[in-house]
Structures are given as C-alpha cells and as structure tokens.
C-alpha cells in the first residue's frame, strides 16, 4: 500500500490510499485481470480480499476535516492580525473612528463596538464593516505621513499597506487591496464559488487514486497562499488536470496503456465511450481550456519576458477556481459512471 498525503496547512492532514499489486502476484495475463477487477472492484464497493476502507463519514464530517483554504468572510485569526497591525498607530485609529461613525451613523458603529475601540470593532464587526474600517484607517496613515503635521512616516504607511496585504493572501481572503492617490481600497476578487470547489475537490480526493494527480492544483494553492503568483501555477495546475485524464482513460478504464498522449485523445477516448453522458457540450470546452492552458506553459516555459505576466493575484485566482471545477467534474463524473 502506497500512502500519499496531501496538503497540510488549512485542511489538516488527507492520507489517501492507493492499491498497488503485490510484489509476490503471478504475472500471467490471468492473474493480473483478476487483480485488475479486484483493484476496481475495492474503490467502488470500499474493500478488497476481506480488507475494508475507512468508517463512513457523514457530510457534517467531511466539511470540517476538508474546509476551503480560501474565504470571503474574516475568521477569528485574520481578525487578531488585523488588530495586532493597527494597534500602535492610535492616532489613525481614533480618526478612522470618527470618520466611520460620520459616514454610518453612532448607533451602526456601537453596534460593533459599544467603547469605541479599534480592537473591539475589528474582532467583532461583520466583514464589510471591518474592511470599511480598515479602508479609512489606512487613509488616515497615509495622510498623516504627507499632511503638515506628519505623525508617521513613508516607511510606517508601507508597512502597515504590506501586512494587512500578506493577511489577505496568506488566510486565502479573496479580497485585494487597490491603492490610488492615498485612497486604499478592498475590493472582492473572486465569489464563494472558489471555495466551495475547493472544499468538493479535496472531498473527492479523499477516496480512490487521486492523490497524484492533485498534488499539482495543491502545490499550486500553496504557492497562491504564500503569494507567489507566477508562471508555476499554471504548470502545476495543467499538470494535475493531464494527470487525472490520464488516470481515468489509462489506470482505471484502461481505454489505453499509453501515458504519453496529448490531453484531446484522452478526452476523444471518454467522448467515444460515453464518459460524459449528459455532459457532451463539456469535451469541447474543456479541450479549448486546457489547449489554452497548455499554450499558456509552453509560452512561459519558451520565453522568460512573458512570465511576468502571472504576476497577478486575480489572474491566479481565475486560474485556480477553473481548474479547480473542471478537476471537480472530472473525477465526480468518473464516480457517476462507475457506480
């Protein structure tokens, strides 16, 4: 038994097994279809030779052992960084206060915090009050570095802009902070939606040989969450999208032993035996997604002046989300068609 284990910072440990005929099987043409039934026959019926799978976890489970690495709303952690960014500039604080009272009313803003308290507001604000807060508190730094009577300086502005930036990439928050003339800005990058895929795929993973063939999208989440947006992220996520076609169409329906062919066979291989049923118009989307994708690394890898280009957090974001549902559809679509 092989044992792959994936991810390791937001969704805990995922230990993901994966059958590997045994060294000491005869290797007659005979024996190793019966030990190719058996191997399918254990990921779709949970057991094989008298071994069974995992205890069944029920859905309430799984979504706190698999939660999205990404979020729109801010959680008790990015909360306390926030707080512990703004509290030694009490001066920016006590006007970002006054201004967000003027423009929400005393009674709004007491609601969050009755003491009138920097600290308070932020641990117990909803989001958006929060980053309205955050939005004026961080205009009040800039212009008490370039106003007449400077209290902070270029330096203190920039490292307050940095972190509370690093707090948005590194807790997975899809916001993105816009800056102009002094004025900073948050601004939604990307919908639930992401997360939601996110919390699906690493579900599915959880059963079956999937391991492999996502540790690309995951090594490219991490590079996401560290803020590293370049052109690695769209190699890793080509790659575990090749790797799942290839596991469907050569490991598990044995369509073909070759591994070597380029993603449209393996797509014209599911087409040709039904894989996508009810589905069909999605061959021919996902092969201009991953023929676009494809062209995308090769140009990269070609040519190092393009590779600043994904340099983009909102450009990783769209990237990781399509990859991420396509990965999605792929592998609860090859559940659907072996159950």
Known sequence: MRVLVLDHRRIGLHVCREWEPPRIFPTTSCAWNTFTVLRKHSYRSGCVSGIMSDPFRSLFTREREFPSRVKTELEKRDRERLVSITEAYSKASSIALKELRDEVGESRLKEATPNVKN???????????????????????????????????????????????????????????????????????????????????????????????????????????????????????????????????????????????????????????????????????????LDSLERMVAKVSDDRKQRHAYHDRTYATLLIHQVGAYLYFLINRHKEYTD
């Open 119 to 289: 600290h308070e507001l932020i641990m117990n604000g909803d989001t958006i009050f929060v980053l309205s807060y955050m939005e004026h508190f961080l205009g009040q730094m800039y212009n008490l570095w370039k106003g007449r009577n400077r209290s902070y300086g270029k330096s203190e502005f920039e490292d307050v802009f940095k972190k509370t930036r690093e707090v948005l990439i590194t807790e997975g928050l899809l916001w993105e902070m816009e800056y102009d003339g002094g004025k900073v800005r948050f601004r939604q990058i990307e919908s639930e939606a992401m997360g939601d895929i996110d919390n699906k795929v690493q579900a599915l993973a959880e059963g079956g040989p999937w391991g492999k063939a996502l540790k690309g999208y995951n090594d490219a989440f991490e590079r996401y969450l560290n803020g590293e947006f370049d052109e690695h992220i769209p190699k890793k996520l080509y790659y575990s999208i090749e790797e799942v076609l290839k596991i469907i169409c050569v490991d598990e329906e044995e369509w073909t032993d070759n591994r070597e062919l380029v993603h449209s066979e393996y797509l014209k291989m599911m087409k040709e035996n039904d894989f996508y049923h009810a589905h069909g118009a999605t061959v021919a989307e996902l092969g201009d997604f």
